[in-house]
């Protein structure tokens, strides 16, 4: 059956709240015609609609224009809720918690990597564990994995890897202030423990890349990019950590809809009221998770880092590595946001879709308070990356978030019949991208053409006006898990 | 993606569905049964037994290493399963993982009768 819907300008789509009973605010999606061409084809407007029927949602259902198919809410979904009446929703967050996106800059130019990829690409797959079943290099004790939990990138930077002014250009400070490691299961902590430091699989990867074009100079400059300079883009999650806690949850609020009363059409959007000991008890474990996120991205961090200066034989001071910024696109977080003139608490739970605050936001570091956070778009691994800004356009209709990728639009199994009797290595390698991957399958699915057109997509992001590009990042050595 | 699985009986759907799970990990055709796990989850229904069940074999796999390949469930009611399962420790010079399965979903999970046996349906976050 095909969703109703109303075009409201060239990037915006409404599905009325009369198209489905329970419906509770209408479904906005942010697209062209193009993308939505696809969109329409995946049952995810759907899941669009199915988000607006949570209790104590705010505003509408949003969803970005990398939009697909997900369990319960679509990937791409932004659902805010309010404090004293809404509800959290593990399903709504997804099962990578803080799935995210690290850039780190250096003081190298292209040049200077210039017929060194392979040793620098076999350098990060040789350091950095990826793949299934693969360990992390940090042995953590249950007391470490604890104070991990509780401090997230700061314990790591505190035990000597990566540097403490890379906090300050993290969303949060790379820690969620009230996880609680007490609301987590055995079997979370028993998974994550030994995968802290692991890259793991399918989309997830290190990438080595250089600005290709830089669209908004002032904020490059804020952010201390510019053309021809090398950077390093890590994507990655809170790896069985988080993926236990979400199935931990799912069971709990599943349990919880029938003592709250809350009917809901999918079973994967199962959640309790925010207000409530099962909304607070996955709320401290979301947290907690978030917390492990950062941790992991900040090891590799240093790995990486390592990496760099052994192979490039230069110094710390020539490399000059740092942070740009860190951003979650998998979480639920407690915001103030203004609607109707009034400020008020939500939960805003970002499945799929990253933080786009803009200039002046007190969450906003210090450093890039007078522009606007950076917001990294990754790609697939054969086109390009992007850095966007947050506006107040943001704030004002999507609680401040934008999109967070390319999104897949083949299935893996048709990335798989596409790919048969080609090699993506040596595609890639004809395009300048050195890649080195660790699972068989992985290759063929999540080769190029298996991810949307990420320039559309950040496009559509763009003329909407809710975040704006500052450059372009082209990919020239790849690991994947 | 997903697994659908089949099983003139309960515990051989169950079974069956194991072995889906672990095919989209890894080739059991790579995997011994040389030694024995035993296994015991509980669920409010058949289908939260079957999403345990499986999250129990990703557990395995990851904080124990524990690769199976023969699923022999001994007892089995709407809400309860133990089970024997034989395989073995990974080796990472023999077992090449295809993909890592992050978790089991509720999403369109499904167990019904069919004319001739059982029929689930489960799909995986990968």
């Not at chain 1, 040049?111 to 079943?133: A, N, T």
């Not at chain 1, 979370?188 to 074009?213: D, K």
């Not at chain 2, 999403?51 to 124990?64: F, P, R, S």
């Not at chain 2, 809400?79 to 077992?95: F, M, N, Q, S, Y």
Request: proline share 5%; net charge negative.
């Amino acid at each position: 059956m095909s969703v109703p819907m109303k075009q409201l300008d060239p990037y915006r789509w409404e599905i009325p709240k009369s198209y489905k009973a329970g419906m509770r605010v209408p479904g906005i999606i942010y697209a062209d015609e193009r993308l939505m061409e696809a969109i329409r084809e995946d049952n995810c407007l759907e899941q669009v609609a199915n988000g607006a029927t949570f209790p104590g949602i705010v505003k509408a259902s949003l969803a970005m224009p990398d939009i697909h198919y997900g369990y319960g809410l679509p990937i791409g979904g932004v659902v805010a809720t309010d404090l004293r009446e809404g509800i959290v929703s593990p399903g709504g967050t997804g099962y990578d918690i803080n799935c995210g996106v690290r850039l780190l800059r250096t003081n190298l130019q292209r040049e200077d990597v210039q017929g060194r990829m392979k040793d620098l690409v076999e350098g990060l797959y040789r350091e950095i564990p990826s793949g299934v079943g693969s360990k992390g290099r940090v042995r953590l004790s249950p007391g470490d994995e604890r104070h991990l939990l509780l401090e997230g990138a700061r314990w790591v930077v505190k035990q000597g890897y990566g540097h403490p002014e890379d906090l300050e250009h993290m969303e949060e400070g790379g820690c969620l202030e009230a996880a609680d490691p007490d609301a987590v299961s055995s079997k979370a902590l028993e998974r994550g423990r030994p995968q802290q430091g692991t890259l793991g699989s399918g989309n997830h990867f290190v990438e080595v890349q250089y600005i290709q074009e830089v669209f908004d100079e002032q904020c490059a400059e804020a952010f201390g990019l510019r053309l021809g300079q090398v950077t390093i883009m890590i994507h990655t999650g809170s790896r069985g950590f988080g993926h236990q806690v979400c199935t931990d949850f799912l069971v709990t609020m599943n349990q919880a809809m029938a003592k709250y009363d809350i009917h809901l059409p999918d079973r994967q959007l199962a959640c309790a009221p925010l207000d409530s000991p099962e909304g607070r008890l996955y709320l401290g474990a979301m947290r907690a998770a978030a917390n492990f996120a950062w941790a992991n991205r900040q090891f590799i961090t240093h790995w990486v880092e390592e990496v760099f200066l052994k192979s490039l034989r230069i110094s710390p001071r020539e490399l000059a590595a740092a942070v740009v910024y860190d951003v979650a696109h998998n979480i639920v977080k407690i915001e103030e946001h203004e609607m109707e003139g009034e400020k008020r608490k939500v939960a805003v739970h970002r499945k799929g879709a990253t933080r786009a605050f803009p200039a002046g936001h007190p969450d906003v570091p210090q450093a890039y308070r007078a522009v606007g956070h950076p917001v990294l778009i990754p790609g697939d691994m054969g086109t390009n990356s992007y850095v966007l800004v947050g506006t107040p356009l943001a704030m004002a209709e999507t609680f401040g978030s934008t999109c967070h990728g390319a999104g897949r639009v083949l299935s893996r199994h048709a990335a798989k019949r596409a790919a048969r009797g080609r090699s993506i290595y040596r595609e890639l390698e004809d395009q300048g991208i050195i890649l080195r991957a660790t699972g068989r399958d992985t290759v063929v699915e999540e080769m190029p053409e298996a991810y949307k057109d990420i320039h559309a997509v950040v496009d559509v992001v763009h003329q909407a006006g809710i975040s704006r590009k500052v450059a372009k990042l082209r990919p020239i050595g790849v690991i994947k898990g | 993606m997903g697994i659908v699985a089949y099983g003139r009986t309960l515990p051989e759907l169950f079974s069956h569905a194991a072995l889906g799970l672990m095919a989209i990990t890894i080739d059991p055709a790579d995997i011994r049964p040389q030694m024995e796990m035993a296994v015991s989850v509980q669920g409010a229904n058949r289908e939260e037994l079957l999403l345990h069940w499986l999250n129990e074999l990703l557990y395995l796999l990851e904080v124990e290493e524990f690769l199976g390949k023969e699923f022999i469930v001994e007892e089995l009611s709407d809400t309860h399963l133990r089970a024997v399962i034989r395989g073995e420790k990974r080796d990472p010079e023999r077992h090449h993982f295809r993909r890592e399965v992050k978790a089991v979903t509720y999403h369109r999970l499904q167990v019904r009768a069919r004319k001739t046996g059982w029929e689930a349906q489960v799909i995986v976050d990968l």
